[in-house]
Structures are given as structure tokens and as C-alpha cells.
């Protein structure tokens, strides 16, 4: 929270208090409450020794909630909003007015509370991310089977994970068979079938058989403790509207303090000091800008904690107001609009050529996907020699003492077979030409299927009123055909990854969406940078401003609308905060309004602040799809 903002200070080193799980719980509420009862009894006893000293008790119990941070913050030279309260409060005391210095305790407290109470469930429901760890985890060691604390894991343990458990940190499936549910972590409903040598993720829970888990990470760094501390470290980061505020508050806090002194020095000489210091204190009430310190902070360490728990890793104010204000999306194909899970579905040789063996030898070492859907399809691969990468356009090497190359059309030329290429193309395959000395071998089809949900994610981000464009390296025709079954009208191919980034350049303000590897430049290019299936991606999560863990894609809308939802919220505060002061200061100078009925205002102003700012908290689960397998089944 902001310097001005209205809770109590805290020096660096001392540790947090404990945050209530109920609000009935929070120490403000408490001494509000307090303070209340002493201010309802003083009123009903009336004027008197009596009735005056329960106001002043009142007045007192109240104070007790924000006065002694407000003495600590002055020891470091610091003022803030609870200055101007408790300078409110000790003139209302001095004047003899115990009821209204009691009110001002009472509500000061109250909205204290609340907001104390705001943030602590929004942090407490994010840590509570770290509580889908298991206590304790079942480990082989010595070929005994043992239970220990998740704390002492170490990477290479063997866990022995049986139906219904959690997963205790992230490993890779040595044995067994089993269906993951990722619903607590990614925020997609539907199980995943999992066998060897898939990866799960702390917190995962095992839905079928018994399986053997390789632990990769110890549980202290794994995906989810990282994800928690990323999002912890996110909040510290302004937005646009938050910065707004603070600029706005932080040189207010001293002029009302200069305000409140000058309408006392200058009235007294006018008329009655006292009715004019009394005027002066209300101006210190009226003006002071809680409200206003606390309505982007809070707002944002609502949603960006809501957000958290479906799947949506969004790194602090500024990420969620951009995603708010953006007007189009650009997304890559492979891997986003794609499945990324590349297949071969036709082979065309010239003269009976072993067109898939030589492409298999120069793919050999390669992680690209077509590599892998190549070297899916033939068994006992020798790898080429001299291999070099052509970046945008294939390889070449050396095999059986043959210059081979494979590559797009267009670097290798199709020759006879340019009719079948424009076949597959248009159909929506990418097609890869292999040449041994010159001379063309044939041409590999290859599809990645488009995301079953991808026609409905892109109808209803232009229900939103967004504009989508497909960014992809691979040829125009394929990328047109795809982009069409998806809905996409406007489609970049041909493009290599600096090019991309220029592309993004022309399209701002824009929001860019792939898989934080390839699409690096571009994603940091930019308004907003969204990774999509981040979950254990180290560089997916820091390279993007928005990180979708799981891999359906309907988070994207579900995301933005979040983010605009959260925006709205934003605006909302800043503009009734401002309204408030704006209407109070000239009312409270001019003696219109007393000291109770100012602080009356202005503090239902601030837990309607509060109140609205929770909202951004509410998010929408996605419904379940058809189920889907992992491509190490």
C-alpha cells in the first residue's frame, strides 16, 4: 500500500502480524466496536461528567488503532493520512467536542479494518496456492519406502504417489500410468492423462493408478512456490492508475495540512478562533485522501490474486491495466491457436527416394516440433554431419557424403511437385522439401492440429470488441487456411521473429500471445506480453506480463475480461475519491457541514472504496471440455 494510505505503519524489520480468517477477528474491527459501544452509551447518558468521559473513552480506544503508528511514522520523518486524523482528533478533544473526536475513532477504525481485512483474504487466499503441498511425502530410499516432510526432498528422489494424493514438488513420471488433476494449478477442470516420462507439477492431484515420480525440484523452488512468489513480487508493480493516486496523494497530505492552517490562522482574525480552528479540522478530515490511496492498491491485490487461482499468472498493476485498455491481439500459431503436437500426414517421394530418413538425419538433433514429428515416424535414425540451421528457411548437411538440405518451398524449389505443395498448403499442412545434390527427393507434409476451443476463444474476444491477428513463420497459405477455421480474417506469415516484433510495433496498443520462447521479441515488444501453457516455464514466466498456466485457450478471453472488469473498478475509485474531496473541502471551510457529518462522509466513502475494490476479486471458472492426453501417452 501506498505511504499515505490510512493503515498502520510497520518498521522494515519488524514481523507482520498474523492475518485474521475472520473478519470478527481484525484488531480495528474489535476496537471499533469497542469504541462504539462506549459512544452509544455516552450518548444515551447524555451531557455530564459521565457522558463525557465515555466519549472520551470512545475517543480514546479509537484513536489506539491508528495514533501509535502515526508516532512512529512522525519518529521517521514521514506524515501521512492518520497525521491528519489524529491531528482531527486531538482538536476535537481540546474543543470539547468528545462525540465527534469518538465518531472520527469509530469509522477511522472501521474502514481500517476492512481494509486490513481486504487485503489479508486476498494474500491468504494466494498462499493458500502453497497449502495444495501435502504434509508429508511417501519417497524410495534404500528401496524402503519412507515418509518425509516435502521439505526434505532432493532432486533424483523416487515419490510413490497413490490415487488421490497430492503431488509434494515437480518431477517426471518414471512409473506408472495415471490421469493428473491440474484444476487447483492451470484452472482447467478436465484431468490429463499422463504416463512415463510426463511431467507433473507440485500440487497436481493423482486421479488414477499408483505412479513413480523422479523429483526434478526441490519443493521450496518448485513451479507453484515460484508462481506464488512471482505474483507476491508482481503486486510491488505500478499501473498507470495506481501511479496516478500516488502522485495525487502523496503532495496532498502536507497542502492540507497547509490548507487546514491557513483557514485557521486567516479565520481567526476574521471572527471566532474557535469556530474557525473547528472549521480548519474539518477541512482536515474532508480533504484527506484515504480513499484514494487504497482504491488502485487494494483493487489490484484483489484481482491479480483472483486471477492467480484460475490459472492466470498476472504480474502486477500495470500488466492488468494495459490488458484492460488494449483494443487488439496478435497470436502466434503453433502452440497457441495450435496444439503444438505437429504430425506427419503425407509422404510424397520422387523415384521411390527415402525422402523420411534423409529429413529424419538432418532433424536428428533438432528440438523444433516438425523435427519431432519427423523423427516420430522412422525408427534407427544416423545422424547427418556438418548439420547447420538456416534460421527462416532449413537445414543442410552431409550424409552417406551427399550435400542433403530440407527446407520450405521457395528455398528449395518444388519443381514437379509444385501442384501437390499448393494441395497440402491449402489444405493447412506445412510442407518441408527434401534435395540430396540438387536434386528434389520429395516433399513431408506436416499438421498441427488447430485447438478445438480456438473457434469459439476467437469469437468471443470479437464479442469483445477486439481485433485478432495470427502472427506465424510458416507459409501463407497453410497460415490462411487455419486462420480461417479459427475466424481469424487477418493473418502475418512468413515472418521471422524480429519481424514479428516490428509487426507488433504497428499494431499497438496491442496484446501479444504465444509461447514465451520463440515469440520472445515480440511478447516484450508489446503493450502486454501473454505466454501461453507457462506452467514450469521458467522463461514463459519471465519474459511474458501475463502467464497462462494451463493450455486452453478460453483463458484468454476469460483473462481480458478480468483485466477490463479490474480496470473499470480502478476508475471507479479514483473518480469517487476525487469527487469527495472536490464537494468536501469547500463545504467543510465554509462551516456548511460540522465535524461528524464530514467524517461520516468520508469514511462511508472509503468503505464504499473498499467494498468496490473486493469486487475485483470475483472471477468466472471455466467449464470443462473434452478431455485431453499429453503427447507422452
Known amino acids: ?87 482531527a482528533a486531538i482538536g476535537a478533544v481540546a474543543l470539547g467536542q468528545y462525540t465527534e473526536a469518538a465518531m472520527l475513532g469509530v469509522l477511522f477504525s472501521v474502514a481500517e479494518g476492512l481494509e486490513h481485512h481486504a487485503v489479508a483474504r486476498t494474500r491468504r487466499g494466494l498462499r493458500a496456492l502453497l497449502d495444495l503441498v501435502p504434509s508429508t511425502a ?24 497413490r490415487p488421490g494424493e ?35 507439477h ?32 508482481a503486486q510491488e508493480r505500478k499501473g498507470v492508475g495506481q501511479r496516478l493516486a500516488d502522485r495525487i496523494a502523496r503532495p496532498l497530505v502536507p497542502a492540507i495540512m497547509v490548507l487546514a492552517a491557513v483557514v485557521a490562522g486567516i479565520g481567526s482574525l476574521l471572527g471566532d478562533p474557535a469556530v474557525w480552528v473547528e472549521r480548519a479540522l474539518v477541512v482536515l478530515v474532508a480533504a484527506s485522501p484515504c480513499a484514494l490511496a487504497i482504491s488502485v492498491p487494494l483493487t489490484v491485490v484483489a484481482a491479480v490474486g483472483a486471477a492467480s487461482r484460475h490459472g492466470a499468472l498476472v504480474k502486477g498493476g500495470a500488466a492488468l491495466e494495459e490488458l ?5 491481439i496478435a497470436l502466434d500459431k503453433t502452440g497457441t491457436l495450435t496444439r ?50 538456416i534460421p527462416g528457411h532449413g537445414l543442410r548437411g552431409t550424409r552417406d557424403g551427399h550435400a542433403v538440405r530440407l527446407g520450405k518451398p521457395g528455398w528449395i524449389a518444388p519443381g514437379a511437385l509444385s501442384g501437390e505443395v499448393d494441395r497440402l498448403q491449402a489444405a493447412g499442412a506445412t510442407v518441408v522439401l527434401v534435395e540430396r545434390d540438387d536434386t528434389l527427393l520429395g516433399a513431408i507434409a506436416i499438421r498441427d492440429e488447430l485447438r478445438p476451443e ?82 514450469g516455464t521458467d522463461v514463459a514466466i519471465e519474459t511474458a506480463d501475463i502467464a497462462l498456466m494451463g493450455t486452453d485457450l478460453r483463458h484468454l478471453p476469460q483473462v481480458v475480461t478480468h483485466a477490463r472488469q479490474a480496470r473499470r473498478i480502478m476508475l471507479q475509485n479514483i473518480t469517487l475519491s476525487l469527487a469527495i474531496i472536490t464537494v468536501l473541502i469547500p463545504i467543510a471551510a465554509l462551516g456548511t457541514l460540522g465535524l461528524a457529518s464530514v467524517v461520516l462522509i468520508h469514511e462511508l466513502a472509503e468503505v464504499l472504496v473498499i467494498l468496490n475494490a473486493i469486487r475485483a476479486a470475483r472471477t468466472t471458472p471455466l467449464p470443462a471440455i473434452a478431455p485431453t492426453c499429453c503427447s507422452t501417452c
Open 324 to 328: 484492460g485498455r488494449i483494443g487488439a
Open 138 to 161: 511417501s519417497v524410495l530410499r534404500g528401496g524402503v519406502e519412507v515418509e518425509i516432510a516435502p521439505a526434505d526432498l532432493v532432486v533424483g528422489d523416487r515419490l510413490v504417489l
Open 166 to 200: 497430492r503431488v509434494a514438488t515437480d518431477g517426471v513420471i518414471r512409473a506408472g500410468r495415471t490421469s493428473l488433476d491440474l484444476s487447483a494449478i492451470t484452472g482447467e477442470s478436465v484431468p490429463v492423462e499422463a504416463g512415463v516420462g510426463a511431467v507433473v
Open 454 to 535: 480456438a473457434p469459439e476463444v476467437i469469437t468471443r474476444l470479437h464479442d469483445l470488441g477486439l481485433t485478432t491477428t495470427m502472427l506465424t513463420g510458416d507459409n501463407t497459405r497453410t497460415a490462411t487456411a487455419l486462420a480461417r477455421s479459427a475466424g481469424i480474417s487477418t493473418v502475418h506469415a512468413d515472418l521471422l521473429p524480429e519481424a514479428k516484433a516490428a509487426l507488433i510495433t504497428d499494431l499497438r496498443p496491442v496484446a501479444m500471445v504465444g509461447d514465451g520462447v520463440n515469440d520472445a521479441p515480440a511478447l516484450a515488444t508489446a503493450d502486454v506480453g501473454i505466454a501461453m501453457g507457462a506452467m
Open 340 to 389: 503444438n503436437e505437429p504430425q506427419v500426414i503425407e509422404v510424397i517421394a520422387v523415384d521411390g527416394a527415402d525422402v523420411l530418413a534423409t529429413a529424419a538425419a538432418l532433424e536428428a538433433r533438432s528440438e523444433h516440433p516438425l523435427a519431432r514429428a519427423i523423427l516420430a515416424t522412422v525408427d534407427g535414425v544416423r545422424p547427418a554431419t556438418d548439420v547447420t540451421a
Open 202 to 233: 507440485a500440487g497436481a492431484i493423482n486421479g488414477g493408478g499408483a505412479v513413480e515420480v523422479e523429483v526434478t525440484a526441490r519443493a521450496a523452488e518448485s513451479s507453484l512456490a515460484r508462481i506464488v512468489h512471482i505474483v507476491e513480487q
Open 1 to 87: 500500500m501506498a505511504d499515505e494510505c490510512c493503515g498502520p505503519e510497520r518498521d522494515r524489520g519488524e514481523e507482520p502480524e498474523p492475518e485474521p480468517s475472520r473478519w470478527w477477528h481484525v484488531r480495528d474491527l474489535q476496537f471499533a466496536a469497542v469504541a462504539a459501544v462506549l459512544l452509544g452509551v455516552s450518548l444515551l447518558v447524555g451531557d455530564g461528567l459521565v457522558g463525557d468521559g465515555l466519549g472520551l473513552a470512545s475517543a480514546a480506544v479509537g484513536a489506539a488503532t491508528f495514533v501509535p503508528g502515526v508516532l512512529r511514522g512522525l519518529a521517521r520523518g514521514r506524515i501521512g493520512v492518520g497525521t491528519l486524523m489524529t491531528i
